[in-house]
């Protein structure tokens, strides 16, 4: 069985830091693109910052600067570490999995919350 488990998520002050750990279970993460992306209330999921089985990053415009992904394979982890949190950066949070066929594994979300 195939489990992906977020963490790291809560509430914090507008400028503050988070660090969210992905941790996955039953695949070995080495072999999939890795990827985090949010979800607020009333929006669409978004990505937010994505990394390579060879471990190149892109990210969202709104967190280029403030987030930064990192994948520990040996872990069969990936993290996001999030810096200069804003009250836009208040979401539920989710780790994806994807292979190169597109087929892909979702965690269940980690709830973000930045206040003003």
Do not use: H
């Not at 996001?80 to 836009?88: A, I, K, R, Y």
């Amino acid at each position: 069985q195939v489990q992906l488990v977020e963490s790291g998520g809560g509430l914090v002050q507008s400028g503050g830091s988070l660090r969210l750990s992905c941790k996955a279970s039953g695949i070995s993460l080495r072999f999939y693109g890795m990827g985090w992306y949010r979800q607020a209330p009333g929006k669409q999921r978004d990505l937010v910052a994505s990394i390579t089985t060879g471990g190149m990053r892109s990210y969202a415009e709104s967190t280029k600067g403030r987030f930064t992904i990192s994948r520990d394979n040996a872990r069969n982890m990936v993290y996001l570490q999030m810096d200069s949190l804003e009250p836009e950066d208040t979401a539920v949070y989710y780790c994806n999995a994807k292979l190169s066929d597109n087929s892909d594994y979702w965690g269940q979300g980690t709830q973000v919350t930045v206040s003003s």
